[in-house]
């Protein structure tokens, strides 16, 4: 196979010589592919600015002996642009596509399911409808649930008796009951366990009417969650911009009304 | 692999970006070959580089004194900055010939992905300027690429509340010698958004 052609998602770049850059994709049919760009740092390079991060683009590749080569790309979806305008946007799709990085450890390995979820927070994200920090935390909670870390929300993880359960410990895997209760684990309140529900099955209308302190426990449950899983920390999160207070005004959920494909079905349908 | 000290020196110039154990093999034997007059003025530069390269206390860029040449030019036009990612982007600026303000650095641009948010950069000390020097316009010339964008749109937000100080970008668009039909959608989108009267 010496030339292939997917759509991907550019996750990552990297500079190499003079004035190549190092893509790193993730692709619809052949998961994470590293590929070389030659010349795209040139003001008048044929690619432009399509293999900038974010960008949702047709790809087409010639298979090189280390990294295959880029040789042809055209934009399918320019999220850039929009998520670039807004700083707490940018930091929180930075997240996104460091996770998604992290997460499709394998080149070559199909990812489907992540590839839409990326796919879906970045069209939320650049739609700028949805609070960016909510996008975040469906986002890391949908694909923990791909990695096969999904945090028990509604029953125990330890004894799978239903909830709702007041405690939470992230080396257990979610929330636990008072019987299996680990030393060290928090109360996060029932809000919270409600939201993260929330964000895992795609109701955004509950979502949306969480206060902000409540989504600023449920984020910091997530982060933990996450990292405790991946061990080593996200470069990324620690910079995630996040609205301290509620702005004035009309509530989020009245101003939202289209559903977007990925992030709005029921998570066990993907 | 050679004896001694010439490994050693293939070894530290393959170190350098874009020279791999090939071309630092070259180089070594360049050296070797070279006239000891040369290689002692070589070696009296790098020497100089480690000792006296200090960055500018006000804009940050690579300078000999406390202050760079830029800064201390009483000619430049204090009122304008020109807000720059890396020292060599000032030289880039230099050589259109057409500006005649001053520089600030940031020393890189915001990279969440690379760990690099606000603190890491010189946005602080910017900021500092604006609120005890005369400057009265602020031209945002980071990379026109994505992280470029996102340090420039940082930097927008927070410079729009300083009163009587305007925030410029620098203009983007089509390259000259291009076909429009190569254009990728940003930059044709760039360059349709600020269309200009003729």
Same mark, same amino acid.
């Given at each position: 196979?010496?030339?292939?052609?997917?759509?991907?998602?550019?996750?990552?770049?990297?500079?190499?010589? $003079?004035?190549?850059?190092?893509?790193? &994709?993730?692709?619809?049919?052949? %998961?994470?592919? #590293? !590929?070389? *760009?030659? +010349?795209? @740092?040139?003001?008048?390079?044929?690619?432009?600015?399509?293999?900038?991060?974010?960008?949702?683009?047709?790809?087409?590749?010639?298979?090189?002996?280390?990294?295959?080569?880029?040789?042809?790309?055209?934009?399918?979806?320019?999220?850039?642009?929009?998520?670039?305008?807004?700083?707490?946007?940018?930091?929180?799709?930075?997240?996104?596509?460091?996770?998604?990085?992290?997460?499709?450890?394998? $080149?070559?390995?199909?990812?489907?399911? &992540?590839?839409?979820?990326?796919? %879906?927070?970045? #069209? !939320?994200? *650049?739609? +700028?409808? @949805?609070?960016?920090?909510?996008?975040?935390?469906?986002?890391?909670?949908?694909?923990?649930?791909?990695?096969?870390?999904?945090?028990?929300?509604?029953?125990?993880?330890?004894?799978?008796?239903?909830?709702?359960?007041?405690?939470?410990?992230?080396?257990?895997?979610?929330?636990?009951?008072?019987?299996?209760?680990?030393?060290?684990?928090?109360?996060?309140?029932?809000?919270?366990?409600?939201?993260?529900?929330?964000?895992?099955?795609?109701?955004?209308?509950?979502?949306?009417?969480?206060?902000?302190?409540?989504?600023?426990?449920?984020?910091?449950?997530?982060?933990?969650?996450?990292?405790?899983?991946?061990?080593?920390?996200?470069?990324?999160?620690?910079?995630?911009?996040?609205?301290?207070?509620?702005?004035?005004?009309?509530?989020?959920?009245?101003?939202?009304?289209?559903?977007?494909?990925?992030?709005?079905?029921?998570?066990?349908?993907? | 692999?050679?004896?001694?000290?010439?490994?050693?020196?293939?070894?530290?110039?393959?170190?350098?970006?874009?020279?791999?154990?090939?071309?630092?093999?070259?180089?070594?034997?360049?050296?070797?070959?070279?006239?000891?007059?040369?290689?002692?003025?070589?070696?009296?530069?790098?020497?100089?580089?480690?000792?006296?390269?200090?960055?500018?206390?006000?804009?940050?860029?690579?300078?000999?004194?406390?202050?760079?040449?830029?800064?201390?030019?009483?000619?430049?036009?204090?009122?304008?900055?020109?807000?720059?990612?890396?020292?060599?982007?000032?030289?880039?600026?230099?050589?259109?010939?057409?500006?005649?303000?001053?520089?600030?650095?940031?020393?890189?641009?915001?990279?969440?992905?690379?760990?690099?948010?606000?603190?890491?950069?010189?946005?602080?000390?910017?900021?500092?300027?604006?609120?005890?020097?005369?400057?009265?316009?602020?031209?945002?010339?980071?990379?026109?690429?994505?992280?470029?964008?996102?340090?420039?749109?940082?930097?927008?937000?927070?410079?729009?509340?300083?009163?009587?100080?305007?925030?410029?970008?620098?203009?983007?668009?089509?390259?000259?010698?291009?076909?429009?039909?190569?254009?990728?959608?940003?930059?044709?989108?760039?360059?349709?958004?600020?269309?200009?009267?003729?």
């Amino acid at each position: 196979m010496s030339l292939y052609r997917d759509t991907g998602i550019v996750v990552r770049v990297q500079k190499l010589g $003079e004035a190549d850059r190092i893509i790193t &994709l993730i692709t619809r049919k052949f %998961g994470k592919v #590293r !590929a070389v *760009a030659k +010349g795209v @740092r040139r003001t008048g390079s044929r690619f432009g600015a399509r293999l900038e991060p974010f960008g949702h683009v047709d790809v087409q590749f010639y298979t090189g002996r280390t990294l295959d080569v880029i040789t042809q790309v055209q934009t399918v979806d320019a999220f850039g642009s929009p998520i670039v305008a807004d700083y707490q946007r940018y930091t929180v799709a930075s997240a996104i596509l460091e996770t998604a990085d992290r997460l499709c450890a394998e $080149e070559g390995e199909p990812v489907l399911r &992540l590839y839409l979820l990326v796919i %879906g927070a970045l #069209r !939320a994200l *650049a739609g +700028g409808e @949805r609070d960016a920090a909510l996008v975040l935390d469906a986002f890391l909670l949908r694909a923990m649930a791909f990695a096969g870390w999904e945090p028990a929300i509604v029953e125990c993880a330890r004894c799978a008796s239903p909830g709702p359960h007041p405690a939470f410990n992230v080396a257990a895997g979610g929330a636990v009951c008072a019987r299996c209760r680990p030393a060290g684990s928090v109360n996060p309140g029932a809000e919270v366990l409600i939201l993260l529900d929330a964000l895992m099955v795609g109701d955004w209308a509950r979502a949306e009417h969480s206060s902000y302190p409540v989504r600023r426990q449920a984020s910091g449950l997530i982060a933990a969650h996450l990292q405790w899983h991946l061990e080593r920390g996200l470069r990324s999160l620690p910079l995630v911009e996040r609205r301290l207070r509620e702005q004035a005004g009309v509530p989020e959920a009245e101003q939202h009304a289209e559903p977007h494909a990925e992030l709005d079905g029921p998570a066990t349908q993907r | 692999m050679y004896e001694g000290v010439v490994q050693d020196l293939i070894d530290e110039l393959g170190r350098f970006p874009g020279v791999g154990p090939k071309s630092a093999q070259r180089i070594a034997f360049h050296l070797l070959n070279s006239d000891p007059a040369d290689i002692n003025r070589l070696r009296e530069v790098l020497g100089k580089v480690a000792e006296g390269v200090t960055f500018c206390e006000v804009c940050g860029t690579v300078a000999e004194q406390q202050r760079c040449r830029i800064c201390r030019d009483e000619r430049r036009d204090a009122t304008l900055v020109c807000v720059v990612e890396e020292p060599k982007d000032v030289l880039a600026v230099e050589r259109t010939g057409e500006f005649k303000g001053r520089y600030h650095v940031l020393g890189g641009a915001l990279d969440p992905l690379s760990g690099i948010g606000p603190d890491q950069l010189r946005m602080r000390e910017l900021l500092a300027r604006i609120g005890t020097d005369e400057i009265t316009e602020v031209i945002l010339a980071t990379d026109p690429n994505t992280e470029g964008e996102a340090t420039a749109t940082y930097l927008v937000r927070m410079l729009r509340d300083f009163p009587g100080l305007t925030v410029t970008r620098l203009a983007s668009g089509l390259p000259m010698g291009g076909d429009l039909e190569f254009a990728d959608e940003l930059t044709l989108g760039r360059a349709l958004s600020g269309r200009r009267a003729l």
